[in-house]
């Protein structure tokens, strides 16, 4: 399986997954010129692309889709929620593109099996993705206020880990934002801080050298490194070295991540 996290952030999010059968986009939150652009940058065509999927409805990832979708005839895969609640900005897609993908459900599109699970944030039916195949597996875990244990189960085993790691708690307190926004944002269906992602990496990671990228970092009320030395201090406290037993990435809103492949891991 490969993997390249075109976009993080509340300006856009895009994640590519790659099958030997099987090119998806999950959520596609940038223009289309963008999205097109990133894939591009990474070697991959977006004609060869197979499907979307979304996680939610905010425009920080749907932005693209109507574009994507019409413009390369994508089936479109999301919960009946969700569909129900995408912005007009996104416009038509046609009857036979739109597909219901349940929330705690299995979806199998050639050789990528993707399970759904419910996420906690301020969206109609907010879900995520953790993604088999052949003996791989990739888990998504963004947009979300806070883990629980059914979270935790779905991403234990995977072998790399998109995980959110949005904002400093003192930053974002003494930051500039209104305060209803920064109670959302604090709230059980706003995004994780730095150090409520690092403690509930605690209860995931296994420390077999799984890849873990720091994602939708805010460009306000965060820092890349501080994100990093927050995770890095909490899981090495724990016992967990990083740069061995764990390897912390990065993400950015404005470029994407190297097209990664996961090896598939010997017993």
Known sequence: MKYSILASGSSGNALYVETEQ??????TGLSGKQLEQRMMAIGVDPTDLSA???THEHMDHVKG???FARRYKLPVYMNEATWENLPSTVGQISLEQQHVFKTQSVLELEDLIV???PISHDAAEPMSFC??????SLGLVTDTGYINQGIVEKVREADALIFESNHDVEMLRMGAYP?????RILSDVGHLSNEDAAEALLHILRGEGEDVYLAHLSQDNNLAELAHL?????????GLKVGKDIHLRETWPDRPTPLRTIEKRQP
């Open 22 to 27: 099987t090119r998806i986009l999950v959520d």
């Open 52 to 54: 979307l999927l979304v």
């Open 65 to 67: 889709l109507g574009v």
């Open 115 to 117: 399970e759904s699970f």
């Open 131 to 136: 993604f088999h195949s052949r003996g791989t």
């Open 179 to 183: 305060w209803n926004v920064k109670r």
């Open 230 to 238: 927050t995770a890095k201090g909490i899981l090495e406290e724990e």
